[in-house]
C-alpha cells in the first residue's frame, strides 16, 4: 500500500528565505505526482503536477523535482513571502485509475 | 478559478437528518472523488467514480452513499448525520489529458 510521508511536518522562517519541502512515498512505480496548497478552512488549490516521465517543473518561485527511484520529490519555494503560509500537500497515485494518496502536509508560516 | 463546485459552503444541522453535499465539475472531467477532513489532519478517501453509474468505496466509506447519474454531479449523501459526521468535505476531479486533479472549496459541515 503506498505510503506519503512530508518533512518537516511544521516550518516557520522569516520573509525572503529560499525553503525546501520533502516528500518521500514507499512505491516508486507511481503515475504521478502533485504537489497542493491548502489555506485553513479552505480547499485545495493545484501548485505544480509532475508526470512520471517528468524530472522537475516550475511555476514562478515554485520548482518542484520528482527522482522515481528513490522514492521522493522535493518542492523549492524562493524568496518566501508571508502570503506563502499555508499547509503544502504532496500526492501521488500508482497508475491511471487509482484514487490520490496524500501525505500529511508541511505547514508553513513565513514571518514578515 | 475553480472549475468545480460544492453547495452549500457551510451547513449546520441536527442529528438524525439526512443531507446532500453538491459538487459539480464543468470540465467534463470523468473521475470524481469526495474526500473528508478533520481540521489540521489529513484528508481520506470516502468515494470515488470512473464515471456515469460507476461508483467506489474508500477508506471511511460506510456511512454515506454517493450517485453519479450524470458526468458533471457528483452528490454525497449522509442518511442520519451524526456529530461525528462534524467536518470538511472536498470533492475533485481527475483531468483525462494532464492527469491532474481539480479540487473545490468545500463543505464545512457541523452537526450538532
Known amino acids: 500500500k503506498q505510503e506519503v510521508t512530508q518533512i518537516p511536518a511544521a516550518l516557520s522562517v522569516p520573509e525572503g528565505e529560499n525553503l525546501v519541502l520533502n516528500c518521500s512515498f514507499t512505491d516508486s512505480a507511481i503515475y504521478n505526482l502533485q504537489w497542493f496548497r491548502q489555506d485553513p478552512g479552505k480547499g485545495l488549490t493545484s501548485l505544480l503536477l509532475?508526470?512520471?516521465?517528468?524530472r522537475e517543473q516550475t511555476s514562478g518561485r515554485l520548482n518542484a523535482s520528482l527522482d522515481k527511484s528513490s522514492g521522493r520529490s522535493t518542492l523549492y519555494i524562493a524568496a518566501s513571502q508571508p502570503g506563502d503560509s499555508a499547509t503544502y500537500l504532496c500526492a501521488v497515485w500508482n497508475s491511471g485509475n487509482t484514487p490520490l494518496v496524500f501525505g500529511k502536509g508541511t505547514r508553513l508560516s513565513v514571518i514578515a | 478559478e475553480a472549475d468545480i463546485y460544492q453547495t452549500p459552503r457551510y451547513l449546520v444541522i441536527g442529528t438524525g437528518k439526512k443531507i446532500t453535499l453538491e459538487c459539480s465539475q464543468t470540465?467534463?472531467?470523468?473521475?470524481m472523488y469526495w474526500y473528508q477532513q478533520d481540521p489540521g489532519m489529513e484528508l481520506h478517501l470516502i468515494h470515488y467514480s470512473y464515471g456515469v453509474n460507476s461508483t467506489e468505496k474508500g477508506d471511511l466509506s460506510s456511512e454515506s452513499t454517493v450517485s453519479r447519474i450524470r458526468t458533471e454531479h457528483f452528490p454525497l449523501t449522509l442518511e442520519s448525520a451524526r456529530p461525528s459526521h462534524t467536518s470538511q468535505y472536498l470533492c475533485?476531479?481527475?483531468?483525462?489529458?494532464?492527469?491532474?486533479?481539480?479540487f473545490g472549496s468545500g463543505t464545512r459541515l457541523t452537526v450538532v
Open positions: 509532475i508526470q512520471s516521465s517528468q
Open positions: 475533485a476531479s481527475r483531468d483525462r489529458v494532464n492527469y491532474g486533479y481539480t
Open positions: 470540465m467534463g472531467h470523468d473521475k
